[in-house]
């Protein structure tokens, strides 16, 4: 190799490094949106256990910082969720029995509500019923087809004691699920 390769090479080896070192940081910055679409669940404090009534579902929003692509906008509603007690107050509050449901429909994704008399759940946008517990109300029971693929989306929960106040807390692992399968599957 000659002296003049030889210094070309070097040349553009150094240019290749110094090309890597800038465009590393807005690499990552372009494709963070990927990266960040894949949260996975995460657990929110939502409600004192003491404050839920029993028998009677109440809905609770998930307040989060909300990544759209590159912008987050701080304390969004990203989620709602349904829970009811369904026990009095056990000796040991951990063990009071609560149903936590996701609010999202899992036919198309509508928000789910409850109805005026309490005691079922309807999709506003098909007329997706439920049962209390979750389940879907049968057609027959209906008088027409259920439009709902299967039940309410269950989350997963926790009775926390708050160090400090010693109160008892309701924390939801809260995560979205794919709409239309028969089974409950992650959104990942
Ligand atoms: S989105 Fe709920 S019934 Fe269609």
């Not at 256990?49 to 998930?62: A, M, R």
């Not at 000796?91 to 409850?114: D, Y």
């Not at 979750?134 to 160090?163: A, C, F, Q, V, W």
Request: glycine share 4%; proline share 7%.
């Amino acid at each position: 190799m000659t002296r003049r390769k030889l210094l070309k090479s070097i040349c553009t080896l150094i240019s290749l490094f110094w090309i890597a070192a800038i465009s590393s940081p807005v690499v990552k910055f372009i494709l963070s949106p990927l990266k960040n679409k894949n949260e996975g669940p995460k657990k929110y404090r939502l409600v004192h256990l003491s404050q839920l009534k029993i028998n009677s579902p109440e809905q609770f929003n998930i307040v989060s910082d909300h990544r759209d692509a590159w912008m987050v906008t701080p304390n969004e509603t990203v989620g709602r969720v349904w829970m009811t007690r369904t026990s009095e107050i056990a000796e040991n509050p951990k063990e009071t029995t609560i149903r936590v449901f996701s609010a999202v429909c899992p036919h198309l994704g509508c928000t789910i509500q409850s109805t005026s008399d309490k005691k079922s759940m309807v999709c506003p946008c098909h007329k997706g019923m439920f049962h209390l517990d979750g389940e879907p109300i049968s057609n027959k029971k209906l008088g027409y087809k259920n439009p709902t693929p299967r039940s309410m989306d269950s989350l997963n929960y926790e009775i926390i004691k708050d160090e400090k106040s010693e109160e008892w807390w309701i924390e939801v692992e809260y995560q979205k699920f794919k709409l239309g399968p028969t089974t409950k599957t992650p959104l990942s």
